[in-house]
């Protein structure tokens, strides 16, 4: 129903920046609740950041002040900004899409993810 594609991972020294992407298809964009997360070697996939159909914004604290999320809905593309990059935010970084209806239904979908190597 919805497809997430991420791109713009890489690798880059400490200090850097990087902006990710995730390019929506297959439904209303604009009604999804939209997040990145990222998944270290051996570790949990952890929340990084959430933007809202009504761009509301939330970062967790490690990134905040760092990271920008933003969205395009007439591109339907959801962007991470990633500024001043820090060793341990090495990751694969996946792109997340949730929507609760009225009903009740629940729906949540997730990219293949894309590569950050923060390197020094």
């Known amino acids: 129903q919805v497809q997430l594609v991420e791109s713009g991972g890489g690798l880059v020294q400490p200090g850097g920046s990087l902006r990710l992407s995730c390019a929506a298809s297959?439904?209303?964009?604009?009604?999804?609740?939209m997040g990145w997360y990222r998944q270290a070697p051996g570790k949990q996939r952890d929340l990084v950041a959430t933007?809202?159909?009504?761009?509301?914004?939330k970062y967790v604290d490690s990134v905040k002040g760092r990271f920008i999320i933003s969205r395009d809905n007439v591109k339907n593309t959801v962007y991470l900004q990633m500024n001043s990059l820090k060793p341990e935010d090495t990751a694969v970084y996946y792109c997340?899409?949730?929507?609760?209806?009225?009903?009740?239904?629940?729906?949540?979908?997730w990219g293949q993810g894309t590569q950050v190597t923060v390197s020094s």
């Open positions: 997340n899409a949730q929507k609760r209806t009225i009903g009740g239904a629940y729906y949540n979908y």
């Open positions: 297959g439904s209303i964009f604009s009604i999804y609740d």
């Open positions: 933007i809202t159909s009504g761009c509301s914004t």
